[in-house]
């Protein structure tokens, strides 16, 4: 009860908030977010001309790849700019993702938190920020938009229809030296990731607006999910982005449709080749105890951007949920990587009843169309 009136009351806040912001909601994005936001949806950072930011992390679908969301059973990893190539992971969203941290270990935690991509290997330490540090892997990347060098994507950029706004953003001389250049299309990219266009906060949960069945799954999912999907305020006092950002391993079994592409070891792969490499940027000796480790997703519009894992392996919530619950009582296959198996998951003792009030719950986690009312943020 107490539960309730606190979310009518904070429905009540929220619309409120709504009537004042009314204005500020009408402003324009700035114009470094208008620019990244140009740069997100333009193909001619991929070597045809054929692939933007935007065909794997689409706008109309919560920022994935729409091609998996609409054949989750078969299709789980993105198809490069050549036509052909893929890779070994789903594309996560790129929404709320750039909330995360430099990725450092954390002692309170005992664990890593923070870094982009699900193994955390944009660390964040190059440029100060890992989500502009991710956006500079995907235009040089062979299985992804494919081009040939820094160089070629800031050659698209001095010919970009919106290369005066580059200019107004970085300087009159900002494109004279490529890698500063290449530095700030990132940064540009990343400001329009954290633009309340991407980043709305206007879910159902967002206006307090739950059910008696939502409300309950609320409750469960704070007892039995919210260790890691934190249910709490994120950094800087944002609403809940339900990840903490730290990495785990839940014990995924492997997925058929990935044979070819060998073990992933997520977090403790990345770290093993960062301690061997002739400059470590985290340099950790004990990389055996981060294998299987990904990071833990944000639940922000879950419903919609199926299919679930780092490796795509359950096309269904619920599915995801309920393996969340029951990894542990030998009805699933074998996990993808044995070491370092978290137990907070895998035997929750959840009835089917509460499973699906915990997927109602999930449901209202989905931003509405429109302009949202986003939050200051960095
Ligand atoms: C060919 C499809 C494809 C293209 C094009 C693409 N991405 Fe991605 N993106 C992915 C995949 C797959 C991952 C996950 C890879 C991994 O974790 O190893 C990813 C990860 C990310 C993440 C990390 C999210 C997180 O929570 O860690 C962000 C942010 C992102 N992409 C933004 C971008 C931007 C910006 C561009 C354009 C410069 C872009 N992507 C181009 C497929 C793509
Ligand atoms: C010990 C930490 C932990 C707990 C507790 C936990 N999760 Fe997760 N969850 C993860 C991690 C890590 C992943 C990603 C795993 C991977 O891809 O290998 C994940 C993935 C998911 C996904 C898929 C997200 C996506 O974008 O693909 C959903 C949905 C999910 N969890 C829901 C839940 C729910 C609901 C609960 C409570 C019943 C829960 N989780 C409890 C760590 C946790």
Same mark, same amino acid.
């Given at each position: 009860?107490?539960?309730? /009136?606190?979310?009518?009351?904070?429905?009540?806040?929220?619309?409120?908030?709504?009537?004042?912001?009314?204005?500020?909601?009408?402003?324009?994005?700035?114009?470094?977010e208008?620019?990244?936001?140009?740069?997100?949806?333009?193909?001619?950072?991929?070597?045809?001309?054929?692939q933007?930011?935007n065909?794997?992390?689409?706008?109309?679908?919560?920022?994935?790849?729409?091609?998996?969301?609409?054949?989750?059973?078969?299709?789980?990893?993105?198809?490069?700019?050549?036509?052909?190539?893929?890779?070994?992971?789903?594309?996560?969203t790129?929404?709320?993702?750039?909330?995360?941290?430099?990725?450092?270990?954390?002692?309170q935690k005992?664990?890593?938190?923070?870094?982009?991509?699900?193994?955390?290997?944009?660390?964040?330490?190059i440029?100060?920020?890992?989500?502009?540090?991710?956006?500079?892997?995907?235009?040089?990347?062979?299985?992804?938009?494919?081009?040939?060098?820094?160089?070629?994507?800031?050659?698209?950029?001095r010919?970009?229809?919106?290369?005066?706004?580059?200019?107004?953003?970085?300087?009159p001389d900002?494109?004279?030296?490529?890698?500063?250049?290449?530095d700030?299309?990132?940064?540009?990219?990343?400001?329009?990731?954290?633009? /309340?266009?991407?980043?709305?906060?206007?879910?159902?949960?967002?206006?307090?607006?739950?059910?008696?069945?939502?409300?309950?799954?609320?409750?469960?999912?704070?007892?039995?999910?919210?260790?890691?999907?934190?249910?709490?305020?994120?950094?800087?006092?944002?609403?809940?982005?339900?990840?903490?950002?730290?990495?785990?391993?839940?014990?995924?079994?492997?997925?058929?449709?990935?044979?070819?592409?060998?073990?992933?070891?997520?977090?403790?792969?990345?770290?093993?080749?960062?301690?061997?490499?002739?400059?470590?940027?985290?340099?950790?000796?004990?990389?055996?105890?981060?294998?299987?480790?990904?990071?833990?997703?944000?639940?922000?519009?879950?419903?919609?951007?199926?299919?679930?894992?780092h490796?795509?392996?359950?096309?269904?919530?619920?599915?995801?949920?309920?393996?969340?619950?029951s990894?542990?009582?030998?009805?699933?296959?074998?996990?993808?990587?044995?070491?370092?198996?978290?137990?907070?998951?895998?035997?929750?003792g959840?009835?089917?009843?509460?499973?699906d009030?915990?997927?109602?719950?999930?449901?209202?986690?989905?931003?509405? /169309?429109?302009?949202?009312?986003?939050?200051?943020?960095?």
């Amino acid at each position: 009860m107490i539960i309730k /009136r606190t979310l009518v009351l904070l429905s009540f806040c929220v619309s409120t908030l709504f009537l004042i912001n009314t204005a500020a909601l009408a402003a324009p994005l700035t114009k470094m977010e208008r620019l990244g936001k140009r740069m997100f949806m333009d193909p001619n950072y991929s070597r045809n001309a054929t692939q933007s930011c935007n065909t794997c992390h689409d706008k109309r679908l919560a920022y994935v790849d729409p091609a998996n969301v609409a054949d989750p059973d078969n299709s789980v990893v993105s198809i490069g700019d050549d036509g052909v190539s893929t890779g070994d992971r789903n594309s996560p969203t790129a929404a709320y993702a750039g909330y995360s941290p430099k990725l450092h270990f954390d002692t309170q935690k005992g664990g890593y938190v923070g870094g982009m991509f699900w193994d955390g290997r944009a660390t964040g330490w190059i440029l100060g920020d890992p989500l502009a540090e991710q956006a500079q892997g995907p235009p040089l990347n062979p299985v992804e938009m494919n081009m040939p060098s820094k160089e070629a994507v800031v050659e698209v950029i001095r010919h970009a229809p919106y290369v005066g706004l580059f200019l107004q953003v970085f300087g009159p001389d900002s494109l004279n030296d490529v890698d500063e250049a290449y530095d700030d299309f990132a940064r540009a990219i990343a400001a329009f990731e954290r633009s /309340r266009w991407v980043q709305k906060f206007s879910s159902r949960f967002d206006a307090g607006d739950l059910n008696g069945q939502e409300l309950r799954g609320f409750e469960l999912f704070k007892a039995n999910c919210s260790k890691c999907h934190s249910a709490d305020p994120g950094p800087g006092g944002s609403p809940a982005l339900f990840t903490d950002y730290s990495y785990h391993n839940i014990g995924l079994p492997p997925n058929p449709l990935l044979a070819d592409k060998g073990k992933d070891l997520g977090l403790g792969g990345f770290l093993e080749k960062d301690y061997e490499s002739s400059s470590p940027i985290i340099g950790d000796a004990n990389y055996q105890a981060q294998y299987g480790k990904f990071k833990v997703p944000t639940l922000r519009n879950i419903a919609l951007t199926a299919p679930y894992g780092h490796n795509g392996y359950f096309s269904s919530l619920r599915e995801m949920v309920s393996f969340h619950n029951s990894r542990d009582n030998g009805s699933w296959p074998a996990p993808e990587v044995e070491e370092n198996l978290d137990h907070d998951v895998g035997n929750m003792g959840l009835s089917e009843q509460e499973i699906d009030d915990i997927v109602a719950f999930l449901h209202t986690l989905t931003d509405s /169309r429109g302009h949202g009312r986003g939050h200051g943020g960095r």
